[in-house]
């Protein structure tokens, strides 16, 4: 590595596998992955981004907290770099004194966040284990991406959400064969299907599109934005939020006409007829007729009855982008899409029926025999708290408040420290300057990151951690085919620590070094947990390199074909309702839920129902007229590798999409800097105007990096500036990003 000879291996990430060459030192270039149809252009900013000067090259702790425990000035930059020995001995000490002051429940380490692709060294595993390992730790229950899945789908079809994705419905290859009418609510866009957590290598949702359109399948989009589908789709501009109303206009349409199928509803559903009297109107006088939907959609009567009909005429998918439920009520679409589908009656047909997710992530839709992943084992967790993982301000700011999640009653627990490590909550969760608020309460804050993040810059203790190129590690996705070596390409940049080193340090000053290594160094660990996918590997008749094998061939190819019957839950259900039952109580669909209706939630009762949000284009005012959306950024990771990227030309402030119409009525143009804010802050951004989004709403990327601290303008155009922090519902409490109003002007 230091014979300034240049040298090219291949690696992998989230955004898939690519070379990089070095020059001994430094990395100088990074090239496609061969195999790659449609390989990402993310790493071309690699080379930049590693050697940034936003790294953190040192251990950092912020010189007021060190003198006074101050809380309230974070964000303030004044830090002292004391070498590594001595900032781990204050760390450990801090640590120490919070878990016997106030014990072990009072300190979070969710740490919700990507972090990087290598299996051993994921930052999140490895923060876990270590806070296990010191006596437990508040964790948090399930995703930004999907939490509130996670949370209303098991009531529906009776399967963890990530199994419904992964393993329940139809691949691919199934859908170009059998689908004749692709519905997509939010689209499948191939830019979001590009990333996956471990990563995809051969990135082929826009080959399966040009399958699709070669095979005449229909392909409508539905939606705030045409470019949420391939080009060629049709798209059905609708506002976002009312996806729910459209749905049961389509379903009020299935029922009026005879096209409903109630001998599929009445042998593989429970509730149909606690949803129909709603559905018509009979309990609150509304019928959800096409009439009653098209001004809350936007989509006109007479477009929804015809695609009703088509639906019902044509073997139909309906599929859901999880930004859907990445919004207030966000319950209600997902459940409802089940109901609609369930109408058609094509649910376990091939090629029919409901799916969520494909293109929200790479590798939903893949056909795979399954020999799982590699993670470091985390121990186990001796404190039971658990909080809904975007609740995370309001536990900091109302510790021992009351809250309702999935038919518990909880309360918030009182938290001191705050360890996280692999994740940007100043770029990810809503209403930052709320977060800014809620940061000020713990004690102390502890951060491991290689960049100086939003999040970094506002941690009381930083730790710098290596990058991937950094360190040795093994790049494995459960739902790839491919497996690679990561070699370590550069020596760690400044005097970064791999994650694992650090918790190795401060295990040691706890006591509990031995528990937290079990004795292995790195390359152990790696070796270790490698020998437990080969023998997975073995055992399923997979042919798995050994590992001095692989790292001499850097990657290999599995073969993971099968020729069992791909994803049978919903086949046999459907040919065996009574054998092969769903995991509901019932057995069946659940149109009606009892278990859902017990809990008594007005924003989440028994069936689904329209409710709109509190912050949509319905409920538009004077002072914030527009719907902000907040899609994921198509030339990186949230807010990954930004600090290179923020440095290109034209990249920053963040580009929004505007409509044409709401464009000249504020004198905007393309390329105008503008201040797009409402009650909560205000963002620059450069304006894009156009026609691809529906009237009434903006789309501003997640990804910057938050510029100011609490309460002035962000000039990077972070949009959590502008989000609302609320739970989706009492039932799911997930983000409701998706749900905000704005409003916009042209800066000066
Ligand atoms: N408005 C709005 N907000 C959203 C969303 C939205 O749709 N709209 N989407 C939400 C969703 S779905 C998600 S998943 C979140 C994403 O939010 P995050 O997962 O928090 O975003 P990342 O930028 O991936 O954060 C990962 C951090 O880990 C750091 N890191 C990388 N490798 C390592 C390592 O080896 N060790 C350590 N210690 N750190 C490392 C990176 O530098 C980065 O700062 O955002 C959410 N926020
Ligand atoms: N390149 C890239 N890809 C990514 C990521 C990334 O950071 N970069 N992040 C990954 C992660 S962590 C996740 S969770 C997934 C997220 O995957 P998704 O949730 O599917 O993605 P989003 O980009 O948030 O939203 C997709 C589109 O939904 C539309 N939309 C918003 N609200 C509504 C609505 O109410 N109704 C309808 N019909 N449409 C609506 C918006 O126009 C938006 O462009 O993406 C993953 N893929
Ligand atoms: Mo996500």
Same mark, same amino acid.
């Given at each position: 590595?230091?014979?300034n000879t240049r040298h090219?291996?291949?690696t992998s990430?989230h /955004? ?5 060459e ?6 100088i ?5 061969a ?6 252009a993310?790493p ?8 940034h000067?936003?790294?953190v090259?040192r251990?950092?702790?912020?010189r007021?907290?060190l003198?006074?425990?101050?809380r309230?000035g974070r964000?303030?930059?004044?830090y ?8 781990l001995?204050?760390a ?5 004194r ?5 014990g072990n429940g009072s300190?979070y380490?969710?740490s919700?966040?990507?972090?990087s692709?290598g299996?051993?060294?994921?930052a999140q ?5 270590f806070?296990n ?5 508040v964790?948090s229950f ?8 996670q949370s209303?789908m098991p009531h529906?079809?009776g ?9 329940v ?7 170009a064969?059998h689908?004749?009418t692709l519905?997509?609510?939010?689209g499948i866009?191939?830019k ?10 051969e990135?082929?949702t826009?080959g399966w599109f040009?399958?699709?359109a070669a095979?005449?399948?229909?392909r ?7 470019? #949420?589908?391939?080009?060629?789709c049709d /798209? ?7 996806d729910t109303a ?7 349409v299935?029922?009026?006409e005879?096209?409903a199928?109630?001998?599929?509803l009445?042998r593989?559903?429970v ?6 009297p709603y559905?018509m ?5 509304t019928?959800k007729t ?5 001004p ?5 009567a ?8 088509r639906m019902?005429?044509?073997?139909t998918?309906?599929?859901?982008a999880w930004s859907?439920q990445?919004?207030e009520?966000?319950?209600?679409p ?5 109901v609609?589908?369930?109408?058609l ?5 091939p ?5 969520y997710g494909y293109g929200?992530?790479?590798g ?8 799982g992943g590699?993670t ?7 404190v039971t708290?658990?909080i809904?993982v975007?609740?995370?301000a ?6 021992g408040?009351?809250?309702?999640f999935?038919?518990?009653?909880r309360?918030?627990?009182d938290i001191?420290l ?6 940007n909550p ?5 209403d930052?300057n709320?977060?800014?608020?809620a940061?000020t309460r713990?004690?102390t ?10 999040t970094?810059?506002?941690a ?6 290596t ?9 494995r996705?459960?739902? #790839?085919e491919y497996l690679f070596?990561?070699?370590q ?9 791999d994650d694992?080193?650090i918790f ?10 031995a ?7 790195a390359g152990?660990?790696?070796a270790?947990?490698y ?9 399923a008749?997979?042919a798995?390199?050994?590992l ?10 599995l073969?993971?074909?099968?020729d069992?019957q ?9 040919a #065996?309702?009574e054998g092969?039952?769903l995991?509901?109580p019932?057995?069946?669909i659940e ?6 209706d017990?809990?008594g939630y ?11 949000p509190v912050e949509w284009?319905g409920?538009?005012t004077a002072?914030a007229?527009?719907h902000?959306?907040?899609p994921?950024p ?15 030309e034209?990249?920053?402030p963040?580009t929004i999409?505007?409509h044409?119409?709401?464009?000249a009525?504020?004198?905007i143009?393309t ?6 804010f409402?009650?909560r802050?205000a ?8 026609d691809d989004i529906v ?9 910057a /990096?938050?510029?100011?601290p609490g309460?002035?303008m962000?000039?990077?155009g972070n949009?959590?500036v502008l ?13 409701s990003a998706?749900?905000?109003l704005?409003e916009?002007?042209?800066?000066g």
């Amino acid at each position: 590595m230091d014979d300034n000879t240049r040298h090219r291996r291949v690696t992998s990430s989230h /955004w898939g596998a690519f070379e990089v060459e070095t020059d001994g030192t430094r990395i100088i270039a990074t090239y496609p992955f061969a195999p790659d149809p449609a390989p990402p252009a993310i790493p071309a900013i690699l080379p930049a981004a590693v050697h940034h000067a936003s790294r953190v090259a040192r251990p950092a702790i912020r010189r007021a907290w060190l003198a006074s425990r101050d809380r309230t000035g974070r964000g303030d930059g004044d830090y002292v770099m004391p070498p590594w020995d001595e900032a781990l001995d204050i760390a450990a000490g801090e640590i120490d004194r919070i878990r016997k002051t106030h014990g072990n429940g009072s300190i979070y380490g969710g740490s919700y966040g990507w972090a990087s692709a290598g299996r051993f060294h994921h930052a999140q595993g490895q923060v876990h284990r270590f806070l296990n390992c010191i006596g437990g730790y508040v964790a948090s229950f399930g995703s930004y991406s999907t939490g509130c899945a996670q949370s209303i789908m098991p009531h529906v079809f009776g399967e963890n959400f990530l199994t419904l994705t992964y393993e329940v419905q139809d691949s691919y290859a199934t859908i170009a064969q059998h689908t004749e009418t692709l519905v997509m609510f939010g689209g499948i866009n191939p830019k979001n299907s590009m990333v996956s957590m471990g990563g995809i290598t051969e990135h082929q949702t826009a080959g399966w599109f040009d399958r699709f359109a070669a095979k005449g399948m229909t392909r409508i989009t539905i939606g705030p934005q045409r470019g #949420d589908a391939p080009h060629g789709c049709d /798209w059905l501009p609708c506002r976002p939020g009312s996806d729910t109303a459209l749905m049961l206009a389509l379903a009020h349409v299935l029922e009026t006409e005879g096209l409903a199928d109630h001998t599929f509803l009445d042998r593989y559903t429970v509730g149909y007829d606690r949803f129909r009297p709603y559905l018509m109107g009979q309990g609150d006088g509304t019928p959800k007729t096409p009439e009653w939907a098209a001004p809350l959609t936007g989509v006109a009567a007479d477009t929804i009855r015809q695609l009703a009909r088509r639906m019902a005429a044509t073997r139909t998918l309906i599929t859901l982008a999880w930004s859907l439920q990445r919004a207030e009520h966000g319950e209600q679409p997902y459940w409802m899409s089940a109901v609609l589908a369930a109408m058609l009656g094509q649910i376990g047909l091939p090629g029919g029926g409901v799916g969520y997710g494909y293109g929200a992530i790479g590798g939903i839709g893949k056909d795979f025999k399954p020999i799982g992943g590699m993670t470091l084992p985390q121990g186990t967790n001796p404190v039971t708290d658990v909080i809904p993982v975007a609740r995370v301000a309001d536990m900091l700011l109302n510790p021992g408040a009351p809250y309702d999640f999935n038919g518990d009653r909880r309360t918030y627990p009182d938290i001191r420290l705050v360890y996280w490590a692999g994740g940007n909550p100043f770029h990810h969760h809503q209403d930052l300057n709320r977060l800014h608020q809620a940061w000020t309460r713990p004690e102390t804050i502890i951060v491991n990151e290689p960049w100086w993040t939003a999040t970094a810059q506002r941690a009381d203790i930083v730790f710098p951690a290596t990058t991937p190129y950094e360190r040795e590690d093994i790049g494995r996705s459960p739902l #790839d085919e491919y497996l690679f070596h990561m070699p370590q390409l550069i020596a760690p940049v400044g005097q970064a620590r791999d994650d694992y080193a650090i918790f190795t340090g401060l295990a040691e000053r706890l006591g509990v070094g031995a528990a937290f290594t079990e004795g292995r160094d790195a390359g152990q660990w790696i070796a270790h947990l490698y020998d437990g996918l080969h023998a997975r590997g073995v055992a399923a008749g997979v042919a798995v390199p050994d590992l001095d094998d692989l790292r001499t061939m850097n990657w290999v190819k599995l073969d993971l074909a099968t020729d069992e019957q791909p994803k049978p839950v919903l086949r046999r259900f459907r040919a #065996d309702p009574e054998g092969a039952p769903l995991k509901t109580p019932s057995g069946r669909i659940e149109i009606f839920s009892k278990t859902i209706d017990s809990f008594g939630y007005d924003d989440c009762p028994g069936h689904p129902v329209w409710l709109p949000p509190v912050e949509w284009q319905g409920a538009a005012t004077a002072a914030a007229p527009l719907h902000l959306v907040s899609p994921q950024p198509g030339d990186k990771l949230h807010s990954q590798l930004e600090a290179a990227l923020a440095d290109l030309e034209g990249t920053r402030p963040e580009t929004i999409l505007i409509h044409e119409t709401d464009a000249a009525a504020r004198g905007i143009a393309t390329g105008d800097l503008v201040r797009v804010f409402n009650a909560r802050g205000a963002v620059q951004a450069r304006a894009r105007v156009s026609d691809d989004i529906v009237h009434g709403v903006v789309a501003l990327p997640t990804g910057a /990096w938050l510029s100011a601290p609490g309460g002035n303008m962000d000039t990077n155009g972070n949009p959590n500036v502008l989000t609302r922090d609320v739970g989706t519902s009492r039932l799911g409490q997930g983000t409701s990003a998706h749900s905000a109003l704005v409003e916009i002007e042209r800066m000066g």
